[in-house]
C-alpha cells in the first residue's frame, strides 16, 4: 500500500511568517493528496487538495503544491496567524480509495 | 444535514469485551472509511468500503471487522477488545473519484 512521510513533525513560527510542510509518498498511481486540520480534540477538516494533473493550487493564504517526478507535494502557509496553530496532516490515494495520512505537524503559531 | 455521525462518543472496554462502533452519513457518499488516531501516529486506515456491499482491508485490520450495512451505515466491531486498541476511532465518508473525505466527531475508546 501507500506510504506517506511527513516533515517536520514540529514547527514553530512567529506571526506573519510563512510555514512549509513537506510530503513525500512512495505509489506512483496516487493521483489524489489532500491537507488536513486538526485542531485539539476536534476532528481532522479538509483546507485544500490537489489532484495529479495540477501543479499548483492556491485559497486565500493556503497554497499546496505536487511534484509528480519526485513525489513530493508540499503545503504552504503565509501571513501566519495564531488560529493557525493546529496539526497538519497530508494524505495520499488513488481515486480518494485506501487514503494513507502521514504523521502530522503540529504548527505553532507564535503572537 | 448532520454529515457524519458516530456513536458513542466515548466508551470504556474491558479487555475481552466487545462493542460495535456506528456510523452513518447523510451525504449520499459512496464510499466510507474507519481510522485510528493514536499520539504521534497519525491516522491509520483500519477498512475501508468503496461502495454498499465491498468492504477492504487498510493498514492495520488486525482485531476488526466491519459491515457495510447499507449506503448510510458503515460499523466497526471489535470482538475482544485490546489495551492496544485504546485510541480515538473516526469514521469518514466521501464519493470518489472527486470528492473530498469529510470526517465525524470521532469515539474516544478506553479498553483496560
Known amino acids: 500500500g501507500e506510504n506517506v512521510e511527513q516533515h517536520p513533525s514540529t514547527l514553530s513560527v512567529q506571526e506573519g511568517d510563512s510555514a512549509v510542510i513537506k510530503c513525500t509518498y512512495s505509489d506512483s498511481a496516487s493521483n489524489y493528496f489532500p491537507w488536513y486540520k486538526q485542531e485539539l480534540g476536534k476532528r481532522p477538516q479538509l483546507i485544500i487538495d490537489i489532484r495529479s494533473n495540477v501543479g499548483e493550487k492556491k485559497d486565500q493564504r493556503i497554497a499546496v503544491t505536487l511534484n509528480k517526478t519526485a513525489k513530493h507535494f508540499s503545503l504552504h502557509i503565509t501571513e501566519t496567524q495564531p488560529e493557525d496553530s493546529a496539526v497538519y496532516f497530508c494524505?495520499?490515494?488513488?481515486?480518494?480509495?485506501?487514503?494513507?495520512f502521514g504523521a502530522g505537524t503540529r504548527l505553532t503559531v507564535k503572537p | 444535514n448532520a454529515g457524519v455521525t458516530q456513536t458513542p462518543k466515548f466508551q470504556v472496554l474491558k479487555t475481552g469485551q466487545s462493542m460495535t462502533l456506528q456510523c452513518a452519513q447523510d451525504m449520499n457518499h459512496n464510499s466510507m472509511y474507519w481510522y485510528r488516531q493514536d499520539p504521534g501516529m497519525g491516522l491509520r486506515l483500519i477498512y475501508y468500503s468503496a461502495s454498499e456491499g465491498t468492504t477492504d482491508k487498510g493498514e492495520v485490520p488486525n482485531g476488526y471487522n466491519v459491515s457495510r450495512l447499507n449506503k448510510r451505515e458503515f460499523s466497526l466491531r471489535l470482538e475482544s477488545a485490546a489495551p492496544s486498541q485504546t485510541s480515538v476511532y473516526f469514521c469518514?465518508?466521501?464519493?470518489?473519484?472527486?470528492?473530498?473525505?469529510?470526517f465525524g466527531p470521532g469515539t474516544r475508546l478506553l479498553v483496560l
Open positions: 494524505a495520499a490515494s488513488y481515486n480518494n480509495n485506501d487514503m494513507r
Open positions: 469518514a465518508s466521501s464519493d470518489p473519484p472527486a470528492g473530498s473525505a469529510y
